[in-house]
């Protein structure tokens, strides 16, 4: 997948943040890109901004409004999507959100949402693309997260689908191999988009400490990582050099990665017991 010139991509949660960041920058590739998100009026928005993409006069735009988490609905809007354009090159699923808290804050209908749409969401998707990318090949790229393979303090409902979308990404994988249909899994760290101004927003002090030590990238850097891996075909895509790290010490040394997010814990606990 190093040429993207003429290639169809369909991306999920294309709308804003990394998925709309992608979608432009496979604009500027020469790409045809069909984007998918629940709310029409921010599409239409987002797909000015891909159409100022555009490289040659040919090239084919468009989105559709679709709940990743509603199987029948994704069955419906894609099928009218490859009945549009084709089956499409490339699958992107970028649609997902996280709402961090304390597990005993969380509440049942939260963590259900959190599944449907970031593990269910990702199979619905794959389910209906998968047996027709068979046929003629493909790539497909699943977003995880930073959090798909390290559990973080605060992110009981959004661990459990991140790391579901990584074993899922790396079983199918193996499946498709002799498909010629390439998988590959996304592991942004925190990123600068809509959805992370959510996260702020419910995160608690300990998550904060975790977390601060590491770079805030860009959309548009997730993006170029996105499609630079792609092109080596790697398996786990990590943007930034600091989750690269991350990466590296868990699978190596996990007790060490351990003992300092512990560390962090505990002090910012002790902070918030002192100013009681």
């Not at 290639?7 to 920058?25: E, M």
């Not at 961090?100 to 949402?113: L, S, T, V």
Request: glycine share 8%; with cysteine.
């Amino acid at each position: 997948m190093k040429d993207l010139n003429n290639k169809t991509a369909f991306i999920t949660g294309g709308s804003q943040g990394i998925g709309l960041g992608t979608a432009k920058l496979l604009a500027q590739k020469g790409a045809n890109v069909a984007i998918f998100a629940r709310r029409k009026q921010v599409l239409d928005d987002a797909l000015k901004q891909i159409e100022a993409g555009r490289i040659h006069p040919d090239q084919i735009f468009t989105c559709y409004s679709m709940d990743v988490s509603n199987e029948k609905e994704v069955n419906e809007v894609l099928g009218k999507a490859v009945s549009d354009l084709g089956i499409p090159d490339i699958l992107i699923n970028c649609a997902g959100r996280a709402r961090p808290n304390y597990f005993d804050k969380i509440p049942y209908a939260q963590f259900d949402e959190t599944i449907r749409i970031d593990l269910y969401g990702t199979w619905n998707t794959c389910a209906f693309l998968v047996p027709l990318m068979k046929k003629r090949g493909g790539y497909i790229v699943n977003t995880s997260s930073i959090v798909g393979f390290i559990g973080i303090f605060g992110y009981t409902d959004y661990a459990a689908a991140k790391f579901g979308v990584l074993g899922f990404s790396e079983a199918l994988r193996s499946e498709l191999k002799q498909y010629n249909v390439g998988v590959s899994v996304l592991c942004p760290p925190d990123t600068d988009t809509p959805g992370f101004v959510e996260e702020n927003k419910t995160k608690p002090a300990e998550t904060k400490a975790v977390s601060a030590a590491a770079n805030v990238l860009k959309p548009e850097a997730v993006a170029t990582a996105l499609l630079k891996g792609m092109a080596k075909g790697d398996f786990i895509i990590i943007p930034s050099a600091d989750g690269k790290f991350t990466w590296i010490m868990k699978r190596w040394f996990p007790w060490l990665v351990d003992m300092v997010t512990d560390s962090q814990v505990r002090d910012t606990q002790k902070k918030m017991a002192d100013t009681k």
